[in-house]
């Protein structure tokens, strides 16, 4: 059976609705359009293919993929930018949040290799000292509890031969 082709428009306007952000599920379309699910699928593949960051999730974005995406809309105009993030796939507003990291990331203050570590040697110093006052604590709780029981069982040893 030879192949069915299918008008340039229909699928441009097909690749649209299959590509995120607001990607369709290819059965309800294949339903609507009488496309077959295959061919479908074989589109959204193809699509996703050429454009290779629009089938990632944006939590998914590694971080040499956001700082090109700033790079890329950074001369856009606002249309510009809300058409390249609907190809891409992701949201106007995660595109300004990473504007802002690359904005902000010198600007992170770093301490001292030394310092840290002299702070790390002291707080383990300490953690270490505090340790030993609590086991010191928890033989001074247990022997107070040792003497507390033979208080009573004396007093009552006392008691009984009173009687």
């Given at each position: 059976?030879p192949?069915?082709?299918?008008?340039?428009?229909?699928?441009?306007?097909?690749?649209?609705?299959l590509?995120?952000?607001?990607?369709?599920?290819?059965?309800?379309?294949?339903?609507?359009?009488?496309?077959?699910?295959?061919?479908?699928?074989?589109?959204?593949?193809?699509?996703?293919?050429?454009?290779?960051?629009?089938?990632?999730?944006?939590?998914?974005?590694?971080?040499?993929?956001?700082?090109?995406?700033?790079?890329?809309?950074?001369?856009?105009?606002?249309?510009?930018?809300?058409?390249?993030?609907?190809?891409?796939?992701?949201?106007?507003?995660?595109?300004?949040?990473?504007?802002?990291?690359?904005?902000?990331?010198?600007?992170?203050?770093?301490?001292?290799?030394?310092?840290?570590?002299?702070?790390?040697?002291?707080?383990?110093?300490?953690?270490?000292?505090l340790?030993?006052?609590?086991?010191e604590?928890?033989?001074?709780?247990a022997?107070?509890?040792?003497?507390?029981?033979?208080?009573?069982?004396?007093?009552?040893i006392?008691?009984?031969?009173?009687?």
């Amino acid at each position: 059976m030879p192949r069915k082709v299918y008008p340039k428009k229909l699928k441009e306007s097909i690749f649209k609705r299959l590509t995120p952000p607001n990607a369709e599920k290819v059965p309800a379309l294949a339903k609507e359009t009488n496309i077959p699910k295959g061919t479908l699928y074989r589109w959204r593949t193809k699509v996703l293919e050429n454009n290779p960051t629009s089938n990632k999730k944006s939590g998914k974005w590694s971080s040499s993929d956001k700082f090109q995406a700033v790079l890329e809309t950074a001369s856009l105009s606002e249309l510009e930018t809300a058409k390249y993030c609907r190809e891409k796939g992701i949201h106007v507003e995660e595109l300004k949040s990473w504007i802002k990291q690359c904005q902000n990331a010198n600007e992170i203050k770093y301490e001292d290799p030394k310092k840290l570590k002299n702070n790390l040697k002291k707080e383990q110093k300490k953690a270490k000292e505090l340790k030993k006052e609590l086991r010191e604590k928890e033989k001074a709780l247990a022997e107070t509890a040792a003497l507390l029981v033979l208080r009573k069982k004396a007093r009552a040893i006392v008691c009984h031969e009173s009687i």
